[in-house]
């Protein structure tokens, strides 16, 4: 019989909470016990679901990691800014660890992580989901088989999503880069990590452009900062609090603004908190569209467009090769590959796999093959590591740079001699 993985959660918002905890029901031989979650709320409500022990449920990180090693594996789940001190700490217990994106909001804290990691042989998978759905393995399938030939071009679309934005991006917790990271950063990390592993080269180059346009005080119907009926245009505003939080659409985004939200709760929520504030009046700073190009060893090149003005929340691929192209679309679970002259095949994503939820099917295959690492028996397969990730988020700590300086091009390069060598 497997050895048994003890995990224990470290930050119980949406992630910790809602997302991986859930799987490691799926398997025998693993078991949350332990939490560390600063709102009594959110940690007893954890402690109940997963029948913690009272003395395995800890305030803070930091007084989880003053305990002896309790658990094999540790969830990060806290927020960007957080994440290297509690990964650090977490590495120096002995513990393997999955990490929350981004690694950290700094190129260095980033490089740290994975030295560490490697000097004290531990193991550490970053949540690059979008590795493990279907609908993006298909695609790197396509490729290493040859179908489109040599791929010489990539455009990747990241469609926000109107209402997620407002929700994340604007009011919510990814508002202001001085608070966490960049909209590269925070939200496109997959997208750069998605691009870089189908072409399959290393990054040399980006420049990019963006800017916040539309979230801005001169857009604000009113004076006041509260997204009230009273407010003119509460009934033609799309980004409306009250609508966004009943739109099915977004419904998901419930439970960020009240825990186990019904109708009274999150009504009083909305009239108190950060989501029931006026779009136009936040404290936000970051990109609501930004485009980056990118160009790869071997002359490769592709574009990444993020854009917050998207009826869907989804993301967009278009692959060029010197045989062919292929189309895919998440939220329509296509690919479709093109070979040059011959008919078009479409493949429904749904008709290879059967479980698409979380991330498109990729949370929970993550998971088993988080424990097969754990454990060793991956022979090194695991789609995802630190080791994996530390180029995708340079690309885009190049990519702010540049945006920053008005599209200057920036090398990789420049952005590692910076900083300590990995080792
Ligand atoms: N993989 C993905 O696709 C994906 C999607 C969304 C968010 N994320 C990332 O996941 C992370 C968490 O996001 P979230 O939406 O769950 O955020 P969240 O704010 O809802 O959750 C963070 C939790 O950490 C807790 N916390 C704060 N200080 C703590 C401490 N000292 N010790 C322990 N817990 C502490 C907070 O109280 C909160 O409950 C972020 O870094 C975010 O960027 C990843």
Redesign the pocket.
Known sequence: MEKLIRVAV???????MYSYAPYVKQFENAEITAV????AE?REFFAETYHLKPENCFE???EFFAQPKMAEVVFI????R??YAHTIAALKKGYDILL???VSNLPENCIDIANTAKRLGRKVMV?H?LRYTPFYQKIKEAIQNGEIGQVMSLHQFEDVGWGHYAHSFVRG??RNSDETSPMIL?KCC?DMDIILWLIGSDCQKVSSFGTLSHFVPENAPIEGDRCTKECPKYDSCPYCADKVYHNPKWAWAQQ?VVLNPNEEKLQKALSENKYGRCVYRCDNNVVDHQIVNLQFEGGVTASLTMCAFTNEMTREIKIMGTRGEIIGNMEENTVTIKRFGEEPEVIDIRTIATDLSG?GGGENKMVRDLFAMVRGTDNGAALTSIDKSIQSHIMAFASERSRVEGGRVVELEEIYKEHTQII
Request: aromatic share 4%.
């Open positions: 470290i930050g119980c918002g949406g992630r910790g560390a979650e600063p709102i959110r803070t990180a930091e789940c806290t927020q960007d957080q994440h929350e994106k981004p949540c989901v917790l990814w925070a997959h960020a991330h």
